[in-house]
């Protein structure tokens, strides 16, 4: 399964999974909501980061998932404290996500640049920050 992934641009978290200190993506809300359960083992993501400009630029394999029972504050701080060497979260991330009733936790690995291609997002909805696209190629806009 293909998966778009948007990343935080401020944040420069395709800078830091690019130069290997962040390995490790988060995702976080109050109910069980994407990508929670939807993410295995062998799916590829294709990051785009939150800039504007639409373009995917990178992929890498998901080599674990940790999808989190429903969790107390303290326990979600906990967790999100622990990996924070692998999650490389700035202040901003860290607060957004700690705290969260459910965590996914997703291990990635070969990372790499990719040509560079934009989406067609109109099956999605514009507040969705990940894409279960299933296959990359069906979404990819040709030049």
Do not use: C
């Not at 994407?34 to 992929?59: A, M, S, W």
């Not at 504050?73 to 692998?86: H, R, T």
């Not at 934009?118 to 299933?134: Q, T």
């Amino acid at each position: 399964m293909d998966n778009v992934v948007y990343l935080d641009f401020k944040a420069k978290e395709l800078d830091n999974i690019r130069s290997g200190h962040k390995t490790m993506i988060i995702r976080g809300a109050m109910g069980r909501k994407l990508p929670y359960g939807r993410v295995n083992k062998g799916d590829v993501l294709y990051f785009i980061e939150n800039n504007g400009d639409g373009v995917v630029k990178g992929k890498a394999t998901v080599e674990s998932v940790f999808n989190s029972d429903i969790l107390t504050k303290e326990q979600s701080i906990e967790i999100v404290l622990q990996n924070q060497p692998k999650l490389h979260l700035n202040k901003g991330l860290e607060q957004r996500f700690a705290g969260k009733r459910y965590l996914v936790l997703i291990t990635i690995k070969d990372f790499s640049d990719i040509e560079p291609f934009k989406i067609d997002r109109s099956e999605y909805g514009n507040m969705d920050d990940w894409l279960p696209v299933e296959d990359i190629e069906k979404v990819k806009l040709r030049k």
